[in-house]
């Protein structure tokens, strides 16, 4: 004898399938840069924070950085910087830097959720001479502000008359051109 399925029962499998199959790579696994390492500190005292990093990024896609994050103060009374050290799709490596009290967005990294990453490949530079790039704090703390600043508006109400859906375009906007500044200038270095 055949059993006809309810439709509930098929709906409700629909439904549910993709949350699932994302629960199951962790946040989609949407980003294109691969972490190698990640160290926490100043130039004059830093400690490596990969184990620590892919603990918080299991947990959660974004967090606020600072000593309480890692548990330690690496070098009292100073600025402290994190330092997240990976290699992009065309097997270029790249250094991401979030200011202590800046918020680390995961989106950007592959696997972030699933904490799959890490495991060496860095060459465990500080200063990331090696990679053939001009160090432009400002222009990377320019683009995690500007990511602050996406995220707040892309969780913002919708009603502001379409001004939200345009300050959110200038955002993006400036995020690609800051981000093609930064290649501009890596790429004239060489």
Do not use: C
């Amino acid at each position: 004898m055949v059993k006809i399925v309810p439709l509930n029962l098929i709906l409700l499998t629909l439904l549910f399938a993709p949350v699932l199959a994302k629960g199951q790579t962790g946040y989609g696994d949407s980003g294109q840069y691969a972490i190698l390492s990640a160290q926490y500190g100043t130039a004059a005292r830093h400690v490596d924070v990969t184990s620590r990093l892919r603990q918080l990024a299991r947990s959660d896609r974004s967090f606020r950085m600072g000593n309480s994050t890692f548990g330690f103060d690496p070098d009292p009374g100073q600025v402290k910087v994190l330092r997240i050290y990976a290699r992009g799709p065309n097997g270029q490596e790249r250094m991401f830097e979030y200011r202590e009290g800046s918020t680390v967005d995961g989106s950007m990294f592959r696997g972030w959720g699933g904490g799959n990453w890490g495991q060496g490949g860095w060459s465990g530079r500080w200063d990331a001479q090696n990679q053939g790039y001009e160090q432009q704090p400002n222009m990377q703390a320019a683009i995690q502000s500007l990511r602050d600043a996406q995220r707040y508006l892309q969780t913002a109400a919708t009603d502001k008359g379409g001004h939200r859906e345009k300050a959110l375009d200038y955002v993006n906007r400036a995020i690609a051109e800051t981000e093609a500044g930064i290649n501009f200038a890596n790429r004239s270095r060489r």
